[in-house]
């Protein structure tokens, strides 16, 4: 049995695809639709709002195509220096290959914290997705946040280059959106931006950073789900669902993207974190006149 409606996986999708890459918290927002739209929580919801960033993440893979499956070109290496030499003809190979496989080294690097983080407190983390209130806390924390970075990060570094050192510092800011509103791309965005790194530079170091950790995400929660008790069921029960999920989220995602880049180049943050403010604010003042928006 499909426990989510036609409208309401397009709906929710649509959510994904516009909020995923902007600084706005895409979890956040896919829960206050969930309540909106009253479906309530299940294992199955719960895996459905993750598996569809996998439609999400291939809308970077599109846009960046080159940049995802172009290798460096590297020199051969001067064989009479190292010919006699099994250290440096190994340590030789070494460089090469980081060299050549440069991309997707540094990406790594940047993913490792919040795969740590994320398995270790990853029944923390299901538990904090079904609260409204820490979501609608964290909307306000971080558009404060957003007001200010530019101006606190105003000055960037002449030197672009992405270095494995600003890499894992990335990712360590990224381990911060884990808490529900936080936004994945405001942490790593903000974590890129504390690295020197120009707005439109962090916001696309992010959308790479978003691949690896939102795959991995998507295939934990699909993992999860297929194990559970019925699982299998349940994922053939819901699979033109999911399909229609994921279709959804990787175009408006595209759309999302190219509007982003463009607009934060221009403009800045200051415009997303009066967003942030207004929509958990609204949030929180119904809380406290005795609406409940908890998720049951």
């Known amino acids: 049995m499909e426990e989510l409606s036609l409208f309401q996986t397009i709906i929710i999708a649509i959510v994904e695809g516009l909020t995923e890459f902007l600084p706005v918290s895409s979890t956040g927002h896919m829960i206050i639709t969930q309540h909106l739209l009253g479906v309530p929580s299940s294992d199955f919801v719960k895996a459905f709002t993750v598996i569809i960033q996998f439609g999400a993440i291939l ?43 440069d991309f997707y080294w540094k990406l790594l690097i940047a993913f490792i914290p919040a795969a740590f983080f994320g398995l270790l407190f990853s029944d923390k983390i299901d538990e904090m997705l079904e ?32 270095t494995p050192k600003k890499a894992f510092c990335i990712g360590l800011f990224q381990c911060i959106a884990m808490i529900p509103g936080v936004s994945r791309s405001m942490a790593t965005i903000v974590g890129g931006m504390a690295q020197k790194l120009t707005r439109k530079n962090a916001a696309e170091f992010s959308f790479f950073l978003a691949v690896p950790t939102m795959f991995a995400a998507t295939a934990y929660k699909l ?8 699982g299998l069921q349940i994922l053939q029960d819901n699979i033109v669902t999911l399909i229609v999920g994921n279709v959804v989220a990787f175009i408006v995602a595209l759309l999302a993207i190219k509007f982003f880049i463009s607009f934060v180049t221009k403009y800045g943050f200051k415009a997303f974190g009066y967003y942030r403010i207004i929509v958990g604010g609204i949030i929180i003042i119904f809380m406290l006149l005795g609406y409940n928006l908890e998720i049951d």
């Open 59 to 101: 809308s970077v893979v599109v846009l960046y195509w080159k940049r995802f499956f172009k290798l460096n070109k590297c020199k051969i290496f001067d064989t009479n220096i190292v010919n006699n030499n099994r250290s440096a003809r190994w340590i030789e190979y070494g460089k090469r290959f980081l060299y050549k496989y």
């Open 131 to 162: 609260s409204v209130t820490v979501v609608a806390i964290m909307l306000v924390i971080g558009g404060i946040v957003m007001l200010f970075v530019d101006k606190w990060f105003a000055k960037s570094s002449s030197n672009q280059e992405m």
């Open 223 to 230: 993992l999860k789900l297929v194990t559970s008790e019925n």
